[in-house]
């Protein structure tokens, strides 16, 4: 039998009314033939009630104790949604990630899966079961212990389980219907995406469309796992949500695939640094130590020994950064003039795998803002996706103008 | 090491703060030299939660999916508990029961333990850990599936613990401070016993004083498991509590230990049945059928081929009684005259193993009933216990009266 994996979240079970929806269409795919493999999360509002019991208990809690702690919201879905399948006469049993198994590595919170032997699943499916639900975002240790594999942990779990199994496909449920080309509440002509290639995917996942977590995005692309993303509250068809494939699976694609942004990004700017070398390390060193996720880094040309250094990080990290920069300044490991501080900024950023084929790209975006009076902060460019830093003020005008101007309402 | 179990209810763990009132206890008993094993149940309301969304879900359950579901409350607290007693220095992890693991049969929701290796918990107490913290109630099948003991199985596991460890006792905390000579409640005078024999405890227990589940006593009157009943909010002593312990343990006891009541019973008369062999059959064959829990059984002098035959149950069960009586009747299978029911009477015991060796119990009791004017309507007698049922509005006086008449207020 073709295998299927189907992966519901928080949302999609918050209640036993959504479980029961998330089992009925568990049950459509069961009668179109498949084995279907079910990766549930914990109702939604249940991980962070444990997550708070453990850090109240423990502010520097033990990874494994967590672990076993927080694990537990999924089993109890895991065994409602066995239940209610079995309610609809569908053959289907619960697994915790210890009775898979699913083998981690012992990083406690942030594991990684090693291995997902099929052959105990495997086994029921021959003995008539249809559906295993699983338990996600949970496995187990070489010791034994439960471990957890830490954000967006169940997206994970469904890819690796579509991989192990070699599905013909992994049907993420959430709570939007797609992948847009940017977000419909800030640009009314957001169009959704039939198909996205995973680079892209991947792109708009960091920048913070938060449809699919990263992580799992990766492993999808690196197994060729064919992922779609669909929503559980509108009614279903064959063609509904957006298909995560590989470039080769997208016939024609548009030169810019979406518009993502970021709101609540601040630049910050080091007037006047001795410039020699190892600055960039003395600088971003102490910035990394002090939990700043640094974005964008820009060095303007350097005149005279000294240069300026620009760099972006989000908004409720400008303090931790600059008192990382002034301890820096104190112990002479770094030296400059002034840091500049601007809390007001967004980034925008266009990404497309057409642009490896198209130059002209930056310009075209450029001019776009251009029109609307945007002024340009700081610019950085990969392969396929091209961001820039603007007036937080202006980053729906820019999102709505970038739209525009690459005519992403339009399907190629 | 000397081995000491401890078990913390519900209510015990019900909040944060309670586990952490617990943990404490936990760490006096470690700086007293003991290895200890901890057995938690899961939070006061908890399961009740978990119970009610399995059977709204579906009413008549697959058990290996309610015991997967119901067992993962003990889980959380095994967690926070051992997070507790980390913050405090005490080198503690928690264990679920497939860890340990607790084997116990396939008899999902009622299973019963089979064997508890010690050897992976040993291991660890040799590398210096203190304390281990196991998740009450429940266990895993032959076929590697979660499995839950049932009502009281916390007790259960905490006994079953302590035997399998050859533990110095089994402290058992819960919301009382121990087991009375009878309901404080409704007898002033009702004294805390320091000591109780096995036999004592099972007679009260079943007889309503829900201290300890009857399962659990049995388990340790047959493994030689010293039990101490002691309350969580109280300051603790050596002495506090009540000890559970085999009658060669108590030098001297008095003739009665106990009165015991309950409340809610009905008395059942089928006036004038036919006497004939194989009637007690096909009375009460019908009743079991019926879900009846009959207790008291009496049967009066046969004439002319005609008896009465009397028993008590439960008063929410009368209308069930009624029915299966009629319908028996209905059927030909019994013939009787009238079926008379007074559902206001309750039933007051009587329990101590001083009775084996004392005559003259019984006359005593009833005098002392006769003297407060109150008839008795049924008698049964065992070996260490006579229960006696009476008009219900005289229950308070009766249990005062005895309680007095046996001079259960003073120690022996």
């Known amino acids: 039998m073709p295998v299927l994996v189907m992966k519901f979240g928080g949302t999609s079970v918050a209640t036993l009314d959504r479980i029961k929806r998330a089992a009925k269409r568990v049950g459509v795919e069961v009668a179109k033939g498949y084995d279907v493999i079910v990766i549930v999360s914990a109702m939604s509002g249940k991980t962070n009630e444990l997550v708070g019991w453990v850090t109240e208990t423990s502010p520097l809690f033990d990874a494994r104790e967590y672990d076993a702690v927080v694990s537990s919201g999924e089993n109890v879905t895991a065994g409602l949604m066995a239940l209610t399948l079995q309610e609809m006469d569908v053959p289907a049993r619960s697994w915790q990630g210890w009775q898979v198994p699913l083998k981690t590595t012992s990083a406690h919170s942030a594991a990684r899966i090693e291995e997902i032997p099929t052959g105990n699943i495997n086994a029921k499916f021959s003995e008539g079961m249809k559906v295993a639900v699983v338990a996600g975002f949970q496995g187990i240790s070489p010791e034994g212990r439960i471990t957890t594999l830490g954000r967006g942990g169940s997206d994970t779990t469904a890819v690796a389980f579509a991989a192990a199994f070699g599905a013909e496909r992994c049907d993420i449920y959430t709570d939007v219907d797609g992948v847009y080309t940017t977000d419909p509440r800030i640009c009314g002509k957001a169009r959704k995406m039939d198909k996205i290639a995973f680079e892209e995917m991947l792109e708009l996942a960091s920048l913070g469309a938060k449809v699919l977590q990263t992580r799992s995005v990766e492993l999808a692309m690196r197994y060729?796992?064919?992922?779609?993303?669909?929503?559980?509250?509108?009614?279903?068809?064959?063609?509904?949500?957006?298909?995560?494939?590989?470039?080769?699976?997208?016939?024609?694609?548009?030169?810019?695939?979406g518009v993502a942004f970021s709101r609540d990004e601040a630049k910050m700017t080091l007037i006047s640094v001795a410039d020699r070398p190892g600055i960039a390390a003395a600088i971003f060193g102490p910035l990394s130590e002090a939990g700043v996720n640094v974005d964008m880094i820009v060095q303007n040309i350097s005149e005279e020994g000294r240069t300026d250094m620009t760099f972006s990080c989000p908004t409720d990290q400008v303090l931790r950064a600059?008192?990382?920069?002034?301890?820096?300044?104190?112990?002479?490991?770094?030296?400059?003039?002034?840091?500049?501080?601007?809390?007001?900024?967004?980034?925008?950023?266009?990404?497309?795998?057409?642009?490896?084929?198209?130059?002209?790209?930056?310009?075209?975006?450029?001019?776009?803002?251009?029109?609307?009076?945007?002024?340009?902060?700081?610019?950085?460019?990969?392969?396929?996706?091209?961001?820039?830093?603007?007036?937080?003020?202006?980053?729906?005008l820019a999102v709505q103008a970038l739209h525009d101007a690459f005519g992403l309402e339009k399907v190629t």
């Open 224 to 257: 060729g796992v064919r992922l779609r993303v669909v929503s559980s509250f509108e009614e279903q068809s064959d063609n509904a949500g957006t298909l995560v494939c590989a470039e080769e699976d997208i016939m024609e694609s548009n030169v810019v695939s």
């Open 322 to 396: 600059e008192k990382a920069m002034n301890d820096a300044k104190g112990r002479g490991d770094i030296n400059f003039h002034e840091l500049v501080v601007d809390d007001a900024v967004a980034k925008v950023s266009v990404v497309g795998i057409g642009m490896r084929s198209h130059a002209g790209v930056a310009a075209q975006m450029f001019k776009a803002l251009q029109d609307e009076g945007i002024n340009i902060k700081v610019i950085t460019t990969s392969e396929i996706k091209i961001s820039v830093l603007i007036d937080r003020k202006y980053m729906e």
